[in-house]
């Protein structure tokens, strides 16, 4: 019998989520601990130890009730006039420590927040995760140039071992001779050389001015 009340129980807890916890009034004496906070007309209802677990933030400053004289409703409840959106994903990182937000939540806003609550790592871990974003957003893959020069038999080996940096020999074509100097004839060649242009997350591409010499 023991075991199904457990399980019973278990499987409530997860329907109702978080709140079944709250509904059951704290035990007399630890009333002091349970702080209420009105965000935007949306009540949140979280423990004095998880609000100061950013000393410098204004959450914390705001529950030791020092230098701040906050508005409540009529239950008592702190009022602060901020989007309850996105005070969840800031409540739950003090609970837990880990940033945890909806697909479709904008980390702007997120980083909105934690600067007007002043939650320092918070604000970190949302830029570093912006930045990366970016990042990885402008990574384009890079694009191959390719450059067909021409030349005789005897201006390869010069050319191949003058190429400029980042140019990289391909492919040599022969393409017969088509000149006749005197009784000579001059092998003409097509050499095709290429370069791997990666463009810079500003957009300008980071080739180097000098092109392969010929």
């Known amino acids: ?32 601990k349970w702080v209420r906070l ?6 949140f209802l979280t ?5 100061c677990r950013e000393q410098k933030s204004f959450l914390c400053r705001l529950c030791q009730g020092e230098e701040l004289q906050s508005d409540r409703d009529e239950t008592g409840a702190y009022l602060i006039d901020r989007d309850p959106t996105y005070f969840g994903p800031i409540l739950n990182f003090l609970r837990h420590g880990k940033l945890v937000l909806d697909k479709d939540m904008a980390e702007e806003g997120i980083l909105e927040e934690a600067e007007f609550y002043n939650i320092g790592p918070l604000i970190r871990i949302i830029k570093d995760r912006m930045e990366e974003k970016d990042y ?33 020999f391909e492919q040599l074509v022969n393409i017969g001779s088509s000149y006749n100097y005197g009784n000579e004839d001059q092998t003409e060649f097509l050499c095709v050389v290429s370069k791997e242009l990666y463009n810079s997350p500003s957009g300008l591409s980071s080739e180097p001015g000098h092109k392969a010499k010929v």
């Open 1 to 32: 019998g023991v075991r199904m009340r457990m399980e019973g129980r278990e499987e409530m807890q997860g329907a109702v989520g978080l709140r079944c916890t709250w509904d059951i009034p704290p035990p007399a004496g630890t009333q002091a």
């Open 38 to 43: 009105n965000v935007g007309g949306t009540v």
């Open 47 to 51: 423990t004095r130890q998880t609000l």
């Open 136 to 168: 990885t957003v402008t990574q384009v893959p890079p694009k191959h140039v390719y450059r067909v020069l021409q030349c005789q038999e005897e201006e390869l080996t010069q050319m191949v071992s003058t190429m400029s940096d980042g140019w990289r």
